[in-house]
């Protein structure tokens, strides 16, 4: 039989991961008074759309976050932003392969491309390695300088800030990445003259858009999912 103060304590640890548990998913008040948006509740896909513009099933609500597998392509924000911090949580499964889009715009594929095209992806993949297709890369176009991402299964915090012609990643605390739009006026081209798949011209590429959670193949879990929008 456990004494009164064990039990006490049992107890008020139970108290404290409940209240832990009710925190994910809402703003706190010096988020409030700083303009941050929660962008999802942590029960509903309210404000969330497939790319086509569609309501989503509910069952990507799970354990109060967003898991994008299975969708068409990405699971997408119903409005359109420009100059922002975007902060979020994620969690991946192995063999994970994810990503955030942002600067999507407009979502109307172009002939024989997907929509992917149309944005700029932060990468999430379930690796250790720092390169163009690994986590906290720009997809394709800027290696991070790092791969801060915490092993398979545990929370990280990624933050985005997309802020006209430059774009900053930073996660679990650690600036991993940054590019310049403007250095990039050519298709194809990174800044430094290497090649790249995308057909873009990134200093003319939209610098407001859709931002969304992808699914290729794999269950990843987004929770916590604020914007403070810049002017």
């Known amino acids: ?103 999507t715009f407009p979502l109307t594929p172009r002939p024989g491309k997907d929509v992917g095209f149309n944005g700029i992806e932060v990468a999430i993949d379930d690796t250790s390695s720092a390169g163009f297709h690994d986590t906290g890369a720009i997809y394709d176009l800027v290696k991070p300088k790092r791969n801060a991402m915490k ?16 774009l900053e990643i930073e996660l679990n605390g650690q600036k991993v990445n940054r590019i310049d739009f403007d250095e990039w006026p050519e298709p194809n081209k990174r800044a430094d003259g290497t090649a790249h798949k995308f057909d873009v011209a990134y200093k003319s590429h939209p610098r407001k858009g859709y931002f969304g959670l992808q699914d290729h193949g794999s269950d990843c879990w987004y929770q916590n999912i604020k914007i403070l929008p810049r002017p």
């Not at 029960?43 to 354990?63: A, F, I, Y």
């Not at 911090?85 to 192995?94: E, M, R, T, V």
């Not at 092993?151 to 430059?166: C, E, F, Y």
């Open 151 to 166: 092993s398979v299964g545990q929370w990280n915090h990624l933050v985005i800030t997309s802020d006209r012609n430059l």
């Open 1 to 103: 039989m456990k004494s009164p103060r064990i039990a006490l304590l049992l107890l008020l640890l139970g108290v404290a991961h409940i209240s832990a548990l009710a925190e994910e998913n809402v703003l706190s008040e010096q988020e409030r008074q700083e303009g941050w948006q929660l962008l999802f509740d942590g029960k509903t896909t309210k404000g969330w759309m497939s790319p086509k513009e569609k309501p989503l099933d509910q069952s990507h609500v799970q354990n109060g976050s967003l898991n994008p597998h299975p969708c068409d392509y990405m699971l997408v924000h119903e409005k359109v932003w420009e100059n922002y911090q975007l902060a979020l949580d994620f969690k991946i499964s192995p063999k994970c392969n994810s990503g955030v889009f942002i600067r």
